[in-house]
């Protein structure tokens, strides 16, 4: 190749043809939004502003401030200026001080907008913890009440809705299952309200029985420290997590909160906790017959006493995916026949529910992130008013009064024993019941 040719190629290159789909540029007078992080003289927003505050001119709570309407501002806007001018150390105090003005402007403006965006309605009580307890325990007649029916109040409800649907001839000769389900619930979930509802359509839909209800039954301190010993900070104390099982079962017409498990002075075995929920069966529907039945996961089978629950008459209802139910009916024996009901979960679970899981309520709310997709917005509403997120990362500590639940008042006849006194001495049914399940 000559030399003149190599010289005609560098004054004439070759020219591309345009790309397709090109979008055209942007003209020059609109504004440019900030990315994601906001840059000052080059730096950072965030670091100008961490550096105003370690050096006092700025406090957290307008640090926070001015991060937000920097994000949301475009790069143009006049705070940059000012922030420039900070970072550049030009005339500090009136800079600052025109700083605090422009935020203070924009505050008042946004506050003003949702004002008018915002339809006039009564604003709704957010759930105060020692209000929700004492639905369940306390001075409130919801319990405490001798005349009153107490958590059971809709498992009556619903047996005179039965009554006035068929007759009480057929309601005495029909048997009556009230479930019981005893867990951490730390917190309480959809999910949980979701296998009890499983279990009531395994019951119902197998046998002629008919399911008046169904008790969540948190479980004693102790038991929940002895679980979460490798992670303590994830722990509620347990007037929360009673407080957040009755807001979550508030609105059920069958599922009620049952706090005398969660009362007692020590850890309480499944079956005291059962024998507790069948004498108070007993005096609430004398004449009736009533069958209780616990509802456990797949894993728990091993460890419960089919003899000692059939010599009381009590029944399990597991919960479990297909895999589970069949190793699950693979491992039992036949000592299980007629005690043992497998509620096979075989529904696609929609994936919004699938995330909903009592570890994931933690995380969100250790890392202060929306919670009405997990819980709703009343119980996100308890979290955010009661500052449990804060209390779980470790910025705030609990209170005492968080930590110590009410006295429960006795009810006459009903085997109730008020906080601090167990049901049964060590030597009487609960002992026997723990030498049965050695046993066997």
Known sequence: MSRNRIQRDHLNPVKFPPLRNTKPAKPDNQPKLAPGIPMAAGIPVSEILRRMEIEK???????????????????????????????????????????????????????????????????????????????????????????????????????????????????????????????????????????????????????????????????HHSLVRQKFRTCPTEILPAPHRLAVAQLSVKDSIWVSVDPWEITRRRVMDYLSVLEHTARRALDEFAGFNIKIMYLCKHNMVPNLSAKALKQSNFGVVCVCRAPESDQLRDSVRNEWKNCLWIAEDTAIIDASIEKVSSRNVRKAVKEMAPLEHLVGSVVSDYFKANRIGQKMNGSEKWSKEEKNLPKIMSKKGGGDSPKGSPLTSPTSEKGSHIRRMEST
Do not use: W
């Not at 203070?104 to 907008?113: D, N, T």
């Not at 951490?184 to 949980?192: C, E, Q």
């Open 57 to 219: 001119l700025l406090t957290r709570h307008e640090r926070v401030t001015l991060i937000q309407i920097c994000r949301k501002s475009s790069a143009n806007d006049p705070i940059f200026a000012e922030i420039r001018k900070l970072e550049l150390n030009a005339m500090r105090q009136s800079t600052l001080n025109r700083l605090k003005q422009l935020v203070e402007k924009k505050i008042a403006l946004r506050l003003s907008m949702n004002k008018r965006v915002s339809v006039s309605e009564p604003s709704q009580p957010v759930p105060d913890r020692q209000s929700a307890i004492e639905q369940i325990v306390g001075d409130s007649p919801i319990y405490s009440d001798v005349s009153s029916k107490g958590i059971y109040l809709k498992f009556h409800q619903r047996l005179n809705d039965f009554i006035s649907q068929y007759s009480l001839e057929k309601a005495q000769t029909t048997t009556f299952v009230i479930i019981v389900g005893s867990g951490s619930f730390n917190p309480a979930t959809r999910k949980h309200i979701r296998s009890f509802y499983i279990a009531k359509q395994c019951i119902e839909s197998g046998s002629n029985m008919f399911v008046l209800g169904s008790l969540l039954s948190p479980s």
